[in-house]
């Protein structure tokens, strides 16, 4: 049996109720086979789920208790839901399983109709651990103090606002300049985060367990800015040739801050990792396939 004493769970407000409902149902169905009285949330109940007998079932804590005290968290929703909680319990390497109540579901795999099945399986330990690379993102300013220090499953990019003009962007690499980059943005993508938007750019599908950085230009107005795929334990560093308005650097497309000519943003490997649960039978190259329509014609 998987030893997990302080199990929480996530839930993405604006799930269908059906589902969402149905999940919340399974988990206090398996609580019991896990030796758990109840498990640990931070979040409200769903308005339809607010019945006192299923309630019981999820203990509302902290969002400080909770981040520091579980050691392992169910995500019901989509890949937004599993990336913020990413970023939530980015000092904690604690195990994920991600249950698709989105669209989606590349990251959240197991789909809400299989979870009773998936939960089984972790309760008999019949699981793998999938651990996937993090980034670690710092903007600088004109003194160099860090003003902006976040972690990311995905990418850290740096784009334009909708009226903005082609940004000249400069790219440095373990302290050497790389190039220059007349274009829309740059994207420094995890492996997990190749398969987001930098491939929508025209980047390469990485596989997740690969120990590699991508880096991949947005529009470029070249043809001979080409996407690059660099060590894991690069230093990467991006800055304004001149001025530029409304530029922005965004964190898992969920967090973004203005970025100025005199700044720069700093990105390299996380000391911590996400610890992704996958029930046993499941695959990268299917997922790509059902999820991506990968290797169809």
């Known amino acids: 049996m998987a030893d997990f004493n302080k199990i929480g769970v996530v839930y993405k407000p604006k799930a269908d109720e059906g589902p969402l409902n149905d999940s919340f149902q399974a988990i206090a169905n398996s609580l019991q086979n896990w030796g ?8 409200e109940m769903p308005e339809t789920a607010t019945d006192g007998k299923l309630s019981q079932h999820f203990k509302q804590v902290s969002k400080e208790q909770f981040r520091d005290t579980v050691d ?33 579901g590349f990251l959240t795999e197991t789909p809400v109709d299989s979870i009773k099945e998936a939960l089984d399986q972790l309760i008999k330990g019949q699981f793998t651990y999938d ?23 995905n990418d850290v990019v740096v784009n334009k606002a909708a009226l903005a003009r082609i940004m000249d962007l400069k790219l440095t690499i373990d302290g050497f300049f790389a190039s ?6 740059l994207i420094v993508a995890t492996p997990t ?3 987001a938007y930098s491939l929508a750019a025209g980047g390469a599908i990485i596989f997740p367990n690969t120990d590699v950085l991508a880096v991949t230009p947005i529009c470029p107005h070249s043809l001979t800015n080409r996407p690059l795929v660099l060590d894991a334990g690069s230093v990467i560093e991006i800055s304004l040739n001149r001025p530029h308005e409304n530029v922005y650097v965004t ?20 000391k911590r ?14 997922v790509l396939k059902e999820k991506l329509k990968w290797g169809e014609r």
């Open 36 to 43: 758990l009285e109840y498990a640990l949330r931070y979040q």
């Open 72 to 104: 392992m968290v169910i995500v019901l929703g989509g890949d937004g839901t599993l990336l913020s909680l990413a970023r939530m319990m980015s000092q904690r390497e604690i195990p994920i399983f991600g249950v698709n109540l989105g669209h989606l």
């Open 131 to 153: 651990k996937r690379l993090m980034l670690h993102g710092e903007i600088l300013d004109q003194d160099d103090e860090v003003i902006v220090s976040e972690t990311v499953l």
């Open 180 to 185: 220059d980059y007349k274009s829309d943005g």
């Open 193 to 195: 985060g190749s398969t």
């Open 251 to 270: 964190f898992d497309g969920q967090l973004g801050f203005r970025f100025f000519s005199n700044y720069r943003l700093r990105i390299k490997r996380s």
């Open 273 to 286: 990792m996400v610890h992704l649960i996958k029930p046993t039978g499941t695959y990268y190259f299917e």
